[in-house]
């Protein structure tokens, strides 16, 4: 099953680093140019589901001055379903490209591979 | 008072909407997410995350833990929840009785055509399992069991030897003729169902096998219908128990996963006699409805899951203790979560003070 965008986008956020909640929002929208804002209750149960499912962990905790921030990491199945997520993407738009580029509606492009 | 505290003030009453177990662990952190989301300045919160935050809080109340396990039980405790409320609402609800045995032969003598031709007998207290047999040459036999919601007056008429399929199909035009409303999906071999404004008839024609003795019989059961009122108030409490029953599976299975070993241990001990009282009750009521299902779903039908709560007193003692085990569950799992080692959870210093 295809994850749905909102977890394609969380899970691309924590590729390099652990974040925090505020910290993954902010990735997200630019990760998608703007198109995709998550709000605090959206985000925080994608991230419970997410954690339930082994996808990510909580990485530390800092409290300060009354606030407190958990960060959180991408485990590797969080990785290794990212990546079956991506090649099945990658697969899908090979195809399509090809078949635009017969057409003439897409000009190669070499910068994405396709 | 700052901006700010107004602000948090503000998200502090959203958070309500989340469980109390949720907001203590997850209060402050989502706390700090909104604050640091909110652009200076802001004193109240936007439409937008009021909306996010209040679908949030639902959402988390209404999912159960991930697993097939979890998931299932809560569907369990959610459709006993509708069931025993649909029962409840049946057992309050003004009790009809049987039809009078003038009200019970006069729509015999439509259906059949024929005249009864022995006195009415007397009223019979069903018992437990089933109602007595009728009393030999008793024509009308009024059956009343107030908690069983058995009300029915049965009509025999013996008719001369006729073709079964002729003698059903006459009976059938003879009541729409009267103004009663034939059920399609009742008409079935030698027997269906009609009603009318007030009564509700089920026709079944016996045939006997004697050489010498007579024995073919025309059975008509009537019944007073079941009010709008009473159907509305137990469609209304069937859904309202399946709602509660999904809040109180959720909450239940959300503590149990929370609780340490030797607790969770105790929680399942008390959960599975329930469980298998609730097993009972929902493949019983499913049966039901199948059945009913294949021979016309009626009003009456709606009388089913209490019919099977005081079926047979051994039943309904089982499912009474299955009942309090299922409180003892809960009880269990509303007490303070524990660790493994029996020992209370501390809450972290980073959570405490956490919003609501």
């Known amino acids: 099953m295809r994850l749905p965008e909102p977890t394609f986008f969380i899970l691309t956020a924590l590729t390099e680093r652990p974040l925090h909640g505020y910290g993954v929002m902010l990735a997200v929208r630019e990760l998608s140019d703007g198109r995709l804002e998550l709000r605090p209750g959206t985000l925080y149960t994608a991230l419970d589901r997410l954690t339930e499912d082994g996808w990510l962990s909580v990485d530390r905790e800092e409290a300060v001055e009354g606030r407190l921030r958990r960060y959180y990491r991408l485990t590797d199945p969080g990785a290794a379903r990212l990546a079956a997520e991506v090649a099945q993407v990658r697969a899908n738009a090979v195809i399509a490209a090809g078949r635009l580029r017969r057409r003439g509606e897409l000009r190669p492009d070499p910068a994405v591979g396709l | ?356």
């Open chain 2, 1 to 356: 008072m700052t901006e700010v505290d107004r602000l948090h003030r503000s998200y502090a009453r959203l958070l309500r909407t989340y469980p109390r177990w949720y907001r203590r662990e997850r209060g402050l952190e989502l706390m700090t997410t909104l604050l640091d989301d909110a652009e200076p300045g802001r004193h109240r919160p936007r439409w937008s995350t009021v909306v996010d935050l209040v679908r949030g809080g639902i959402t988390t109340r209404l999912r159960p833990p991930r697993g097939f396990i979890a998931r299932l039980i809560t569907v369990m405790v959610s459709l006993t929840g509708g069931l025993v409320g649909s029962g409840a609402a049946v057992s309050l609800s003004p009790y009809p009785g049987p039809p009078a045995a003038t009200e019970a032969i006069a729509a015999a003598q439509t259906a059949t055509g024929l005249p009864v031709q022995d006195v009415p007998g007397p009223t019979v207290k069903c018992f437990e399992t089933a109602c007595q047999s009728t009393p030999a040459g008793d024509d009308v036999v009024a059956y009343d069991e107030a908690p069983m919601r058995v009300d029915t007056t049965v009509v025999r008429l013996h008719p001369l030897h006729q073709e079964v399929a002729a003698l059903v199909a006459q009976a059938d035009a003879r009541v729409t003729a009267a103004g009663w409303q034939v059920d399609p999906a009742s008409r079935f071999g030698a027997t269906f169902a009609a009603v009318n404004d007030r009564l509700g008839l089920n026709l079944y024609v016996s045939v006997g096998t004697g050489d010498t003795v007579r024995t073919d019989l025309i059975l008509v059961t009537v019944s007073k219908r079941v009010s709008a009122a009473t159907i509305t108030a137990v469609i209304a409490a069937f859904f309202g128990g399946l709602l509660a029953g999904w809040l109180v599976g959720v909450w239940a299975m959300q503590r149990f996963v929370r609780h340490g070993r030797s607790r969770r241990r105790d929680i399942r001990d008390a959960a599975v006699p329930f469980l298998i009282g609730a097993a009972l009750l929902i493949s019983f009521t499913f049966a039901g409805v199948m059945t009913d299902w294949a021979d016309g779903i009626s009003p009456e039908d709606i009388q089913a899951p209490l019919v099977f709560l005081l079926f047979w007193w051994p039943i309904t003692v089982v499912l009474a203790i299955s009942g309090v085990y299922g409180l003892v569950a809960l009880w269990l799992a509303a007490r303070p979560e524990v660790a493994g080692d029996g020992r209370p959870t501390e809450r972290s210093p980073a959570s405490r003070g956490a919003a609501g």
